[in-house]
């Protein structure tokens, strides 16, 4: 069996997560004893035994709908989303607007992100606009990074993600937000068909009222929030088409 929780596992929470972890195994009475923290996110999802994992709204609505089950969302307290929901932060440099940002270089985390890539994606559509030239970077962080280091104009990172930057990385600070997305379903946990996804989501609940405040503070969760999932299927897709290698204008 494996668990993973790796979307927001930076160093510095990296303590947080293991102890909410061994309080959610605890309830539940099974699982590993610790988190995986090695291989591909990918085969991590469809993993058969994945007791508790983390993923995003794009892949779950198009690749791992049948393969997986919907535990519950975890609320984050993202102003001005509702419980369990979140936006991308578009942001660029302090000196440049919107559209002179978006007719440089966008930085973006993976093709299959909803808040690096979808959203913002179809927030630049409704303005009719699309961004010149790409730069595929793996992470959000990474990408906050590359326009930090002016290596690219513009970025689409979620809203925890720009909270923990702000927490941790001083040189976030120099970030400038230009935009937010409309709110989608948050990031959803999910588990391997074999398991029961209602038991897990209590067991997530009581760890979190078990955990001390800091340590809820510290991760940013407040709750598990039930989300019909065809609210996740109900996000409208974009149109553009993440480019290949050969159209990418700049490289990491």
């Known amino acids: 069996m494996i668990a993973t929780l790796a979307m927001y596992d930076r160093v510095e929470l990296r303590d947080a997560n293991d ?33 508790l994992g983390q993923t995003c709204g794009f892949p779950l609505r198009h690749i791992l709908k049948d393969s997986v089950k919907y535990v519950g969302t975890p609320n984050y307290g993202i102003e001005d989303c509702p419980a369990g929901y979140y936006n991308s ?14 007719s440089g270089t966008f930085a973006y985390n993976d093709p299959f992100s909803q808040s690096g890539w979808a959203a913002p994606m179809r927030y630049f559509e409704e303005f009719g606009y699309v961004p010149r030239h790409f730069l595929k970077t793996g992470s959000h962080a990474a990408s906050a990074r ?15 993600t720009l909270r ?11 970030l400038f937000v230009l935009a937010k997305t409309p709110a989608t379903p948050g990031l959803p946990y999910i588990c391997a068909p ?4 209602p038991q897990t989501a209590l067991a997530c609940e009581e760890a979190i009222n ?5 340590i809820r503070g510290q991760l940013s969760i407040k709750s598990i929030e039930y989300i019909p999932i065809e609210r996740y299927f109900d996000v409208p897709d974009t149109m553009v088409c993440p480019p290949n290698k050969q159209d990418t204008g700049t490289t990491p």
Do not use: C, M
């Not at 578009?90 to 978006?102: F, N, P, V």
């Not at 590359?146 to 689409?156: C, G, H, S, Y």
């Open 19 to 51: 102890l909410y972890w061994r309080e959610i195994q605890t309830s539940l009475g099974y699982g590993p004893q610790s988190l995986s923290r090695t291989g591909n996110l990918f085969a991590q999802w469809f993993h058969q035994d994945l007791v």
């Open 210 to 214: 078990t955990l001390p405040a800091e």
């Open 89 to 102: 932060v578009i942001i660029s440099h302090k000196d440049q607007g919107l559209e002179a940002a978006i």
């Open 146 to 160: 590359a326009v930090f280091e002016k290596r690219a104009d513009i970025a689409a990172i979620d809203a925890l």
């Open 194 to 197: 074999q398991f029961d996804a």
């Open 164 to 174: 923990l930057l702000h927490r941790y990385d001083p040189w976030s600070d120099e």
